[in-house]
T-cell receptor, first 111, second 120 residues
Framework: RKEVEQDPGPFNVPEGATVAFNCTYS??????FFWYRQDCRKEPKLLMS???SGNEDGRFTAQLNRASQYISLLIRDSKLSDSATYLC????????????FGKGTRLSVIA | GAVVSQHPSWVICKSGTSVKIECRSL??????MFWYRQFPKQSLMLMAT?????????EQGVEKDKFLINHASLTLSTLTVTSAHPEDSSFYIC????????????????FGEGSRLTVL
C-alpha cells in the first residue's frame, strides 16, 4: 500500500460547483497533514494545513479522520482559477524530516 | 508565508557540463533543506535531504556523486548536477521547513520556484 494515496482525477467541474478530494495515508503514526496546490510547470504552494478539529479558509475546508486515516479537502463555489493539481502531504516523523507527497488530484473548473 | 528562493529558474546546457542550482531561505534559517525532482506529469520525487554543516542524505537510487549537495550556511543549499545528460532534464525544486509556522512542532514546508533544466 502506498504511503499516501489520492485519486489522480481529473475532476472536471463547472464553475460554482462544490468538489471534494479524499486522500488516505498508511502510517497511523503520521503527525501532521497538509494540502498543497501545484499549477502546471510551477512549484507546489501550501494551500492549508489540516488540523485535528478540521479547519476552514474561505471556500476551502479540510478535514482529518485519524481513525480511518484519511484527509479531505472541500472546495465550494469553484472558480476557474482553482484549476490545478492538489497534493495531499503527510508528515510521518517528528523533527525536520521529509514530507511524503501524494501524486496529486487534478482539478479542472470549466466555464 | 516564508520565502524560499531558487536560482536559476531556467537553464539549458550541453551534455557533459555541470550545472549548479542555488536554494536560499530568505527570511528564516533552515538547517535542513530538501531537494526534489519532477518529470513531466509525474509526482514530486525526493532526491536528498541537505543538512547544514554535514553530508546530505540521499534517497535510494540517487547517485550522490552525480548530484552534489552542499549546505554551506543556514540559508543556502546548492545542488550541482555533474556531467549532465539529456535524461537529467527535469524540474528541480528545493524546499525548507519554517518551524515558526504550522501545527506545533511541525513547520510548514515552503518551496523554491523551481529550476527547469534542459540538457541538449
Amino acid at each position: 500500500r502506498k504511503e499516501v494515496e489520492q485519486d489522480p482525477g481529473p475532476f472536471n467541474v463547472p464553475e460554482g460547483a462544490t468538489v471534494a478530494f479524499n486522500c488516505t495515508y498508511s502510517n497511523s503514526a503520521s503527525q501532521s497533514f497538509f494540502w498543497y496546490r501545484q499549477d502546471c510547470r510551477k512549484e507546489p504552494k501550501l494551500l492549508m494545513s489540516v488540523y485535528s478539529s478540521g479547519n476552514e479558509d474561505g471556500r476551502f475546508t479540510a478535514q482529518l479522520n485519524r481513525a480511518s486515516q484519511y484527509i479531505s479537502l472541500l472546495i465550494r463555489d469553484s472558480k476557474l482559477s482553482d484549476s490545478a493539481t492538489y497534493l495531499c502531504v503527510v508528515n510521518n516523523k517528528p523533527g525536520n524530516t521529509p514530507l511524503v507527497f501524494g501524486k496529486g488530484t487534478r482539478l479542472s473548473v470549466i466555464a | 508565508g516564508a520565502v524560499v528562493s531558487q536560482h536559476p529558474s531556467w537553464v539549458i546546457c550541453k551534455s557533459g557540463t555541470s550545472v549548479k542550482i542555488e536554494c536560499r531561505s530568505l527570511d528564516f534559517q533552515a538547517t535542513t533543506m530538501f531537494w526534489y525532482r519532477q518529470f513531466p506529469k509525474q509526482s514530486l520525487m525526493l532526491m536528498a535531504t541537505s543538512n547544514e554543516g554535514s553530508k546530505a542524505t540521499y534517497e535510494q537510487g540517487v547517485e550522490k556523486d552525480k548530484f552534489l549537495i552542499n549546505h554551506a550556511s543556514l540559508t543556502l543549499s546548492t545542488l550541482t548536477v555533474t556531467s549532465a545528460h539529456p535524461e537529467d532534464s527535469s524540474f528541480y525544486i528545493c524546499s525548507a521547513r519554517d518551524h515558526r509556522s504550522g501545527p506545533i512542532g511541525t513547520g510548514e514546508l515552503f518551496f523554491g520556484e523551481g529550476s527547469r533544466l534542459t540538457v541538449l
